[in-house]
Every structure is written in C-alpha cells, then in structure tokens.
C-alpha cells in the first residue's frame, strides 16, 4: 500500500487533467493487481483534506473510454484509503431543459457498453453488490448541494445512459434513448460505479452538459469541437463544485456503500483460490481472511 493516503478521490475526464489548488503535493505511482492506472495519482491537500486526482484517460487523453483500465484506477484509489469518489464525466443531454452548459448530478444509470470488465470478482470468486441505487445518495447531495454553491445551473437526480463508444450515437440511437425518458448519455460512469460500489467507496458523478446529442432538430449533430468549447466553461464550475465539496464530506460514512460486501459474497470461503484472496485481500480482507 502507498504511503501517501486521501479520503477523497476525484476522476477527471474530459477537459479535467489537473486540479489546481492542491498543497503538498506528491505523485504516486500505485501498482495493482489488475495493472498500472490511467497515470500517477497526484495526492494533495485541499483545505486541509487529503485528495487524490487521476485523469481517467491520462494526461494528454491517450486513452479511449473502452480502453481506461478502470480496475487498476478504482483499487489504486482504495490502495490510498479513498473512502469517496467524486468523478467528472461529459455528456449530451436528451432534455431540452438541460441545456449544454449546465450540470447534472444522476442517479440512475442505464448499461449499453459491452465488452468492459465491470467486476473485480472472478477467477474462482463471485460478489453480487446491490446496485438498485447505483450512486451514492449522501455523496451525490453533497455534491449536488455544493454545485449550487458555485454558481452552476445544476439539476438533480436523473438517468445516465453509459455507451460504449468512441463513436458518437446514431440519430436512431438518440431518438431511442430519448424515448426511454434518459437524461443524460455518456461514455464513462460504468464501470467506475459499479467497481467502486464492490470497493465499498461512495461514488458520485458531476455530468457536465455539453451537447444535445444527435436527437436535437435544431442543433449540428455533436462533434469534438462543440464538446471541448463547451466543456472549458463545464470544467471551471466542476473544479469549484470539487473544491466546496472536500470540506463536507462526513466524518463518519452511513450509507449502504461502506458495507457493500457484507453479505455479497457467495463463494465459500475454502473454495477461493489463494492467489484471488491475495490479490483481492485489500477489498475482501475484513470478511475472508487468507490463509496464513
């Protein structure tokens, strides 16, 4: 395990590879069972709080939202003692209320990738999380709440279709998502959220409006160029919003996710291979001991 730790993790994604503000700053280099992550970790203070920032898709964007090795970037941040995830994630709207520009706090997710590992048990071990809630409540008030604080036009709860990707979606695809009653879509949030809930750490979303996807008559059907001119004006509330929210978190977490294990696994104990209790001690540990 690191030496460095934070209770904070943030994940940023497009426009967001760095995090002013940070004192006593260091670079980790975490390795993990399941590899190296998107790139160092930075591990600061801010206002006092301990924060690791990783951009998911490493500095430069040199990883595609199919390729980020989110397993090796979520353990990394446990590996650090990270108890919440903060992750910033673009996305076009479906709705016209949610204008591009603004911020959205999900709670819901709906999975269309295919083909992403969005599990740490496997291999002769199987965990099955409740996910019905797939965002942490208390961390996504949080966030929500501090949001307002900074200015942005926020918009709370809402569902987050998760595609695969690179390619933007066809006009066909658009029109469906809107039709489920979808707020939002995006390439990221799975399988962050899902290995963060088996990692038993909050995790919350700011998805920062860019676009109308391809449903909207009346707009250009979405391109780099309209995400990234939106995006700087998205990235500057979302840095706020992260700032506000690293002195609020609780001292003491009571939500679901802190014990998100507890119960789910349904391996017995003797049937998992050493090698998997080893590799997952730093999740499993507190309810499957290894074999001394």
Known sequence: MSQAQARIGVIGGTGLYDIAGLTDVKEVYPNTPFGKPSDAITVGKMGGVSV?????????????PTEVPSRANIYALKSLGVEFIISSN???????????????IPDQIIDRTRGR????????????IAFAD?????????????????????????TFI?????AFSTRAESQLYKAWG??????????????????EICYASIACITDYDSWHESSEAVSVATILTTMRN????AKKTIKLAAGRM??????????????????????????????LDLLIGKYIKQEK
């Open 134 to 158: 797939p965002f942490c409540p208390v961390l996504s008030d949080i966030v929500y709440q501090v949001a307002k604080e900074s200015g942005a036009t926020v918009h709370k709860g809402g």
């Open 182 to 199: 979808a707020d939002v879509l995006g390439m990221t949030v799975l399988p962050e959220a899902k290995l963060a809930r088996e990692a």
């Open 234 to 237: 998205n990235i500057d509330f």
């Open 90 to 104: 673009s996305c076009g709207s479906f709705k016209e209320e949610l204008k591009p520009g603004h911020l959205l």
């Open 250 to 279: 609780p001292e003491k977490r009571t939500c679901g996710c802190a014990k998100a294990l507890a119960g789910a696994i349904v391996t017995d104990a003797l049937a998992i291979p050493a090698e998997q209790k080893k590799n």
């Open 52 to 64: 690791a920032f990783l951009p998911r898709h490493g500095k430069g964007h040199r990883s595609s």
């Open 162 to 166: 998760a595609m695969e990707g690179p």
């Open 117 to 128: 590992i969005s599990t740490f048990f496997s291999g002769g071990i199987v965990a099955h």
